[in-house]
């Protein structure tokens, strides 16, 4: 029999690996005195266990997990009794929510039932779990989701530009771990975004025109740069600049949801909290960025009312989640003044078949600004390069006649 949030003292929590902000989810859990490590990165190997263990059926994320989770669990050292793995869900009509049932399925089936399973309730803000530490834990691992999400755009950023291959990979590898650190010791991490933001300012740069195309779509897949075939180094290599809508936009999506449903719902406790949770997530948001204000060009997130205000026009927001914001997003980055867009989705993937439908609709108010929807099922697709070269095609065409980038010296 598995159970869900019993008791973590003593035990080991896995982290799955969706992004780099995984690192400083782990480093939060360490920080309240709660061992924790991040699932191996998804490699081939991944989509074999995936394959082997579920029926093909399911969306993408969840074999890529389920590989992933077989993997740890396959390893000498593996202790089940002393192991637990965080599984986010969420509510509403999406196959999200049911992952981890049928995680447990497979692990029973490999005879490992004593394996237990952490599913953070954002009800119960993770004080089910965590006890008396709730609060250090949320803003421990909010910040230091907004901070490697920050150093991920500077990555996107420097990286095209670079005039040594290799320099910014270096740089942005060094910075996440000067982040876990400050997470996981509880140092002052707005000063260490100080520290990273010099380090990436003094990498040397060439001045090139370069049309920036915006990721968006499905939150594993835009994130995974496994299961997406490293769509945003493809990208780079075909001559753009990406900017990927970051993990923390999530997180900033449910608080707005929270505050909502208070509102609607009057309860006074509720919409106070949800007041303070905005005020921290906002100060917090700004001072992680503020270091790489010239170096970003100042693109900080749009706020999510806005975002849902671009999708209103296209889709009904009670769609919830994925596709509203996707569109959003989108919409967003055509606002921006970016050249092109290349929006994500798992094979089977419900949002992102209802992205697939509107985006001939906003496209065509948007001038037909370039546009691209790409699916993954875990198989080396030998087309997506010439789909992407077509794509960027436009998109040059599309930056050429348009709204100019600034170049690093004039940002
Ligand atoms: S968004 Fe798509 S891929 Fe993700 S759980 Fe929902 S249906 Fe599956």
């Not at 917090?284 to 060009?297: S, V």
């Not at 967003?332 to 867009?341: E, T």
């Not at 001038?367 to 929807?373: A, D, E, G, L, Y």
Request: charged letters at 25%; glycine letters at 6%.
């Amino acid at each position: 029999m598995h159970h869900t949030n019993t008791s973590i003292v003593n035990k080991k929590v896995y982290i799955p690996y969706m992004s780099d902000a995984a690192y400083a989810l782990s480093a939060a859990f360490r920080r309240c005195g709660v061992d924790s490590e991040v699932m191996d990165e998804s490699d081939e190997s991944t989509l074999d266990f995936g394959l082997k263990f579920t029926n093909g059926n399911e969306c993408m994320p969840c074999f890529v997990t389920t590989g992933d989770i077989v993997k740890v669990i396959e390893k000498p050292d593996f202790d089940a009794k002393k192991s637990v793995f965080f599984m986010p869900t969420s509510k509403g009509p999406c196959k999200f929510g049911q992952y981890n049932r049928l995680h447990e399925l497979v692990l029973d089936n490999l005879g490992y039932n004593e394996v237990e399973f952490l599913v953070p309730s954002a009800a119960k803000s993770y004080t089910d779990f965590i006890g008396d530490k709730a609060t250090v834990f949320r803003r421990a691992a909010w910040q230091g989701c907004v901070a490697v999400d920050t150093l991920e755009k500077a990555l996107y950023r420097v990286r095209p530009y670079e005039t040594t291959k290799g320099d910014t990979a270096a740089v942005y590898k060094e910075c996440v771990k000067l982040v876990e650190d400050a997470v996981e010791l509880g140092k002052d991490i707005f000063y260490t975004m100080e520290v990273c933001a010099k380090k990436f300012e003094k990498i040397p740069k060439k001045d090139e025109e370069r049309p920036l195309i915006g990721i968006v779509g499905e939150i594993f897949l835009r994130l995974n740069k496994f299961t997406n075939n490293f769509t945003a180094e493809k990208v780079e290599a075909l001559g753009g600049e990406v900017s990927v809508v970051p993990t923390y936009k999530w997180i900033t999506f449910t608080t707005y949801e929270y505050t909502v449903n208070s509102f609607r719902n009057k309860k006074v406790k509720d919409m106070l909290l949800s007041f303070l949770v905005n005020y921290y997530q906002k100060k917090d948001e700004t001072g992680m960025f503020k270091p790489f204000k010239k170096l970003l060009r100042n693109h900080k997130e749009t706020n999510i009312k806005d975002i849902l205000s671009y999708s209103k026009k296209y889709l009904d927001l009670s769609l919830g989640g994925e596709a509203i914001l996707t569109v959003g997003e989108s919409v967003d980055f055509a606002k921006k003044g970016y050249s092109g867009v290349i929006s994500i989705h798992p094979f089977h993937c419900m949002p992102g078949s209802i992205v697939q439908i509107v985006s001939k609709k906003f496209r065509e108010d948007l001038n037909n600004f370039p546009w691209i929807n790409l699916w993954f099922d875990g198989q080396e697709s030998t087309n997506l390069m010439l789909r992407l070269e077509a794509f960027m095609h436009q998109a040059k065409r599309w930056n050429s006649r348009g709204v100019k980038n600034e170049s690093f010296e004039a940002a």
